[in-house]
């Protein structure tokens, strides 16, 4: 079922799973669960430094964020260039506040311990993937 381009974001931005897509080396899509939150129009997902799509999107930046309702029969699709952060070195610095905030936006009661999941971030080599939506389908 075709949105509008305004209920296709707010689509979006209602909703915190969904699958991710990169392109592996050979060219066949590389797709994952994730956590999401949409943020300032743009997407932001937390990632792990070892993983295929991390290295796939180091390789090749095209990235889409497929999402779908309850009843599984409306879904969008979210196209656009990926941003990786640096890998989150210490708690405080950029990655670590940006992948707060993606917390905060994904669970609003927030972390109960700031520290410790800056400390976290850091251990599992997190990185913070955002990117800007510039396609979007299906819409009217």
Request: aromatic share 6%.
């Amino acid at each position: 079922m075709a949105l509008s381009a305004a209920d296709a974001r707010a689509f979006l931005a209602d909703r915190h799973q969904g699958v991710l897509a990169t392109v592996k080396a050979d060219g066949r899509p590389q797709m994952s669960n994730v956590v999401y939150a949409l943020l300032d129009d743009a997407v932001h997902v937390s990632i792990t430094d070892d993983r295929a799509k991390t290295r796939n999107l180091r390789r090749d930046p095209r990235v889409s964020l497929h999402v779908t309702s309850s009843d599984f029969w409306t879904y969008v699709v979210a196209e656009g260039d990926a941003r990786l952060s640096p890998v989150a070195a210490e708690p405080g610095d950029a990655t670590t506040a940006a992948l707060l905030r993606l917390y905060e936006a994904v669970r609003p009661e927030g972390h109960p311990d700031p520290d410790e999941f800056a400390r976290a971030m850091v251990a599992e080599r997190r990185v913070h993937l955002s990117f800007a939506v510039t396609g979007l389908y299906p819409v009217q």
